[in-house]
């Protein structure tokens, strides 16, 4: 089976540094992405890791540790628009879909 | 070029009705999921279908949830004889080359 966990509220202040984390357990793993979503909209692409380190895109970085099972997402300099959910999903290609966490709530304040 | 698109956008219906729930994905994507999520909660799989091969259906929650996909593009979910706690947005999403989902804007449905 799958199993995904991710916290399910974090808060942090503007300007400053989140790391949301992620464990997984899962067969046939071949990457892990991370989605933005705000509320009311639908999920957006931000990171897919596939080897292990860490992978950096502007403000946001990602980090995938294979060995672990664990991956986490790095926000700097925190907006208030960087208030969302955050969903952590694996690739699992041998089943054909990804299969996604519960997504953790950032709230942003200033 | 146009990304998924999904209608309606919002869908009101009465216990027991019949609903349809249609999604275009981008042209030339392979792979389409169907996805519902309720209100604060994750993103529930129900199907997802890729080129020509059976559909995966092991999310679907009931015998009363069915979709299809026409010609490898254009997909329906069907809900028959909705029931209130049917009442989620539905996403859909495709993806290409590339495994990473492009989702639409979804279908909240309302089952009074």
């Known amino acids: 089976g799958q199993n995904i966990d991710q916290p399910t509220e974090m808060t942090a202040t503007e300007g400053a540094i989140v790391q949301i984390n992620c464990t997984y357990q899962t067969s046939g793993f071949n990457g892990l992405f991370w989605y933005q979503q705000h509320a009311g909209e639908a999920p957006t692409f931000l990171s897919y890791?596939?080897?292990?380190g860490l992978e950096e895109k502007g403000r946001f970085s990602s980090f995938l540790s294979r060995s672990k099972g664990y991956s986490y997402l790095l926000l700097k300099e925190l907006q208030m628009k960087d208030s969302a959910s955050y969903l952590c999903a694996v690739d699992n290609t041998n089943a054909g879909k990804s299969t996604f966490g519960d997504g953790t709530t950032l709230t942003v304040k200033p | 070029g146009a990304g998924v698109s999904q209608s309606p956008s919002n869908k009101v219906t009465e216990k027991g009705k019949d609903v349809e729930l249609r999604c275009d994905p981008i042209?030339?994507?392979?792979?389409l999921y169907w996805y519902r999520q309720s209100l604060g909660q994750g993103l529930e799989f129900l199907i997802y279908f890729q080129g020509n091969s059976a559909p995966d259906k092991s999310g679907l929650p009931s015998d009363r949830f069915s979709a299809e996909r026409t010609g490898g593009s254009v997909s329906t979910l069907t809900i028959q004889r909705t029931q209130q706690e049917d009442s989620a947005v539905y996403l859909c999403a495709s993806s290409g080359e590339r495994p990473e989902q492009f989702f639409g804007p979804g279908t909240r449905l309302t089952v009074l």
């Open positions: 890791n596939v080897l292990d």
């Open positions: 042209s030339g994507h392979t792979a």
